[in-house]
């Protein structure tokens, strides 16, 4: 690994603005932000609809990155930072993998420069001091029963979903509460989405935690713990600089969640990448209907910032599970399939169509496995080119950068071509039209429908002047659908809207389709019981 005070010469800062984590990471200051012109292009990376085991948008995400080194481009891979949840959980690490990965890679996966943990402390301190106003004659008259804020924690702990809290004569008002993974967390969201120190404090002040007994919204700025929420935070709001497993600059910043929030890295780490590099390749999570979907209609708007390029990420193994209808598979079980693959097509070409919806210009990347057919991939080259989309596989994992050269190659070709990120829907359209947009649009459904719960709270949101805030569908990341066993490309169904949120701060409605967990349960087997420290201090286990 290359001593992080190179990486930062090489994006052109100063060594001042770089504070040092050790050999290999540093946080960069906001001052590095000021007075520096944009020169690079954005290349947003999303995907097809995953399967559970994931398509690994972050291993080609770091190996384009890469693969643009071996052209001779300056680019920075700007991704999400893992949460401590899917770590230890189903999922393992978030920090590539192979010989595509981001370096110091445990230090990455387990906390990186600590900003999770202040995010945690930020949330559950103004947890605090709404039961403490409460508790303290409650001037503000809020409503126990209405207070909308959760406790925050970076573990996987089913058994915190639902609680009861201030028990006991002495402890203040009991009334149900709950924890969420601190990925869910409205402060994520607003540290991803905040531009700088007066941005951050301001969209901390505009969250809405519960309502008082009369009906009016009780924000975090009528608790009087902003100043000190912005505080814990204000490291936090700085970019983490790292790099990969080629020395390729890589800024790893913010985790928000890809459904109930907008999915992808921070603002002002996409910005200092455009200002450092040729290219800035940003991962958005899950599939074009949640990541590219969001990225254009909320983070594009917020950043001020366009996409010039996309690349869709699609796997065999993708393929096959929708050709064959959702039919569960295993490594073990999960062969060449040409017909199964032809057939999961139609899922790849809605989200082909779907970024081309958005104005952006389609690279397919398929991300090659060990086992891959010959056949199956001549059948995806060939829809490709009978679709006029560049085409490439790629396989960063088992060869780095190189094997993801010709990508690269597409990349620059397509993003020099130019055009402009449309948006799916009008600021000044109502919720409900920009929902029915988005589902009908990018999902490919029918209509809308709202259970009575969501559709009074929608009103209830709408009558508070929240109206014109864009939309944050939280749906089942596996169909296109709102319903995960409809695989492949689903059609003519109708979307349920079950629930819908504000996150004020944040700046947008959340609207939420079946059932979203915001805290996640561990396996039977999780990741925990093979991660290990020996007596030399060497952590082991974490992929």
Known sequence: MRRVEEVVSELGLDEELATRYGKYKAKISLHALRGRPIKGRLILVTGMTPTSHGEGKTVVSIGLAMGLGKLGKLA???????????????????????????????????????????ITSAHNLLAAAIDNHVFHGNALGIDP?????????????????????????????????????????????????????????????????????????????DLRVVGAMGALLKEALEPNLVQTSEGTPALVHGGPFGNIAHGTCSIVSILLALQSADYAVVEAGFGSDLGAEKFVDIVTRVSGVAVDGAV????????????????????????????????????????????????????????????????????????????????????????????????????????????????????EDPIREKVRKVVERMYGGAGVSYTGAASAELDKITSLGYGELPV????????????????????????????????????????????????????????????????????SGVF
């Open 145 to 221: 029963d209405a207070i909308l804020w959760p406790r925050a924690l970076d573990v996987e702990d089913r058994a915190l979903r639902e609680v009861r809290v201030a028990l006991g004569e002495k402890n203040g008002t009991p009334h149900e509460g709950k924890f969420i993974i601190t990925a869910a967390s409205e402060v994520m969201a607003i540290i991803c989405l905040s531009r700088d120190y007066a941005d951050l404090k301001g969209r901390l002040g505009r969250m809405v935690v519960a309502y008082a007994k009369d009906g009016r919204p009780v924000t975090a700025a």
């Open 472 to 539: 944050c569908i939280a749906k089942t990341a596996n169909s296109l659908s709102d319903d995960p066993r409809l695989v492949g490309r689903p059609s003519g169904f109708v979307a349920t809207v079950h629930d819908v949120e504000l996150a004020a701060g944040a700046g947008y409605v959340i609207v939420e389709m079946g059932e979203i967990s915001r805290m996640p349960g561990l396996p039977s087997s999780p990741a925990a019981e093979r991660i290990s420290l020996d007596d030399d201090g060497v952590v």
């Open 312 to 427: 869709v990420v699609a796997t065999l193994r993708a393929l096959r599970h929708h050709g064959r209808g959702g039919e569960a598979s295993s490594a073990a079980t999960d062969a060449p399939d040409p017909e199964a693959v032809r057939a999961g097509l139609a899922n790849l070409a809605k989200h082909i169509e779907n970024v081309r919806t958005l104005g952006l210009r389609p690279v397919v990347a398929l991300n090659l496995f060990e086992g891959d057919g010959e056949e199956e991939v001549r059948a995806v080259s060939d829809f490709c080119a009978g679709e006029g989309v560049p085409f490439s596989t790629t396989s960063a994992f088992g060869e780095g950068g190189e094997g993801s050269k010709r990508l690269a190659e597409l990349v620059v070709g397509e993003a020099g071509l130019g055009g402009a990120c449309v948006p799916v829907y009008g600021p």
């Open 76 to 118: 920075v891979a700007c991704i999400r930072q893992p949460s401590l949840g899917p770590v230890f959980g189903i999922k393992g690490g978030g920090a590539g993998g192979g010989k595509s990965t981001l370096e110091p890679m445990q230090d990455v996966n387990l906390r990186l420069t600590g900003d999770i943990d202040a």
